[in-house]
Each structure stands twice: as structure tokens, then as C-alpha cells.
């Protein structure tokens, strides 16, 4: 008879997440600084991470064309979207740190929202773990995040919020959609490059989404949805 896992402990809870912040922190200072920086260094960490992508992909797929094919299309389209967003001078920096800001505080209030309420499946077949409790708080959170940014433009909060809040839906989107590729090739993680988060692709799932989603904002709504082009 197989023996049933104990349930995690508060503790191995704190530790898990403590040890997902410490890689995530270690990540973002080197990306805010190329985000800073602009060319070549942000185009540079791109290509970079582009590549270890498109490795892990090829991992997962054992090398499959029809899959390969795909790959490269899901991780060149977004790399090359990150680089343009960026290609625009100082507006080209505001957009890509409100992607960050954004993404990543959806991920943080889904994480710690669907950690602490728990509550129905958001999709149980595809990603277990996720909750609607914790789509909802990573959504709200982001939400909350991307009107603050309106108060620094003296715009009205209102209307970059509920783009926000756009972005962070299909950034929740991509995280579910490389949940559910994962889940087909029956892996855990696409590799295991980064502690607490697997591979880059596990990293960076949420963000690739979000990268395109603002790119259709920008180029069919433009300044109406990004108060700083």
C-alpha cells in the first residue's frame, strides 16, 4: 500500500514561499536593471532567456516538430514584442516596468490569495493547485497596482486600472496555458533551473501573455490605455 503524503505544515509552507521570494528577488534586480538600462542589455537578457526557453520547450516535447514549431512560435512572438515595447526610448522603459508591475503582483496575490483562502478549483484538470480565490486576489491585486500608477501620471485611476486588470487576466491565461502543456507532456516543471520555480518558462509563462496583451492595447488603443506614449 502506497503511503499517504502528510499535509504541509505551516512551516514547509513559509519555507517553500520564502525560498520562491529569494528567487525571485535574485531574478528581478538583474531585469529592472537591463528594463533600465534599455539596449543592447535588455535585448541581450531577451535573446538570452529566449534561448534557455526554447531548450526547456524542447525538453517537454521530446523533440516533437509539430511541437517545436509551436514553441518557437510561443516564445519568439513574445520575446520579439518585449524587445519593441522596449525599442521606444524612455515610454519604451514605463511600459515594460508597468508589465512587470503588473504580472508580477497578479502573481503574488494569486499565490498568497489562493494559499490562505483556498476554496473551489480554477481548473482542476489543467493546474490542481490554482483557485479561483487566488484568481481573483492576483487580479485584484494587480488592479490596485496598475491605478496607483495612474496617481504618477495625474491621470484618473480608473481607466489604467481596469487595463490592468486586462493584462493581469491573460497573464493568469498564460500561466494556466503552460499548466496545461505541462500537464500533456506530464512534467512538473519545464526544467529545474531556478529553486522554488522551476524552469524559465515556469517563470516567465505569465509575463509572455501579458507582453501580448499590451501589445494589442498599444497599438489599437495606444494612449488612451498608457497615459506615458
Request: hydrophobic share 55%; net charge positive.
Amino acid at each position: 500500500m502506497n503511503a499517504v503524503s502528510a499535509p504541509a505544515t505551516p512551516e514547509k509552507r513559509l519555507s517553500g514561499f520564502s525560498l520562491r521570494a529569494i528567487s525571485a528577488v535574485v531574478m528581478a534586480i538583474p531585469a529592472v536593471a537591463a528594463v533600465y538600462f534599455g539596449p543592447p542589455w535588455f535585448t541581450v537578457l531577451v535573446i538570452s532567456a529566449t534561448v534557455v526557453m526554447g531548450w526547456e520547450w524542447s525538453r517537454m516535447c521530446r523533440g516533437d516538430v509539430k511541437w517545436m514549431i509551436a514553441g518557437a512560435i510561443y516564445i519568439a512572438v513574445p520575446s520579439g514584442i518585449l524587445i519593441w515595447l522596449r525599442g521606444d526610448a524612455a515610454p519604451g522603459m514605463f511600459t515594460i516596468m508597468w508589465l512587470f508591475a503588473v504580472v508580477w503582483s497578479a502573481d503574488i496575490g494569486a499565490y498568497l490569495c489562493g494559499r490562505s483562502i483556498g476554496g473551489p478549483k480554477l481548473a482542476p484538470r489543467i493546474s490542481p493547485k490554482k483557485t479561483w480565490a487566488g484568481f481573483i486576489g492576483g487580479v485584484s491585486c494587480a488592479t490596485i497596482i496598475a491605478g496607483a500608477v495612474a496617481v504618477y501620471w495625474e491621470e484618473p485611476p480608473t481607466s489604467l486600472a481596469l487595463w490592468g486588470a486586462v493584462v493581469a487576466i491573460a497573464s493568469q491565461a498564460g500561466d494556466l496555458f503552460e499548466s496545461a502543456i505541462k500537464r500533456h507532456f506530464d512534467v512538473k516543471d519545464s526544467s529545474s533551473l531556478i529553486p522554488g520555480h522551476g524552469g524559465v518558462l515556469d517563470r516567465v509563462d505569465a509575463l509572455v501573455a501579458g507582453a501580448v496583451a499590451i501589445a494589442i492595447l498599444k497599438l489599437t488603443l495606444g494612449r488612451s490605455v498608457m497615459p506615458w506614449l
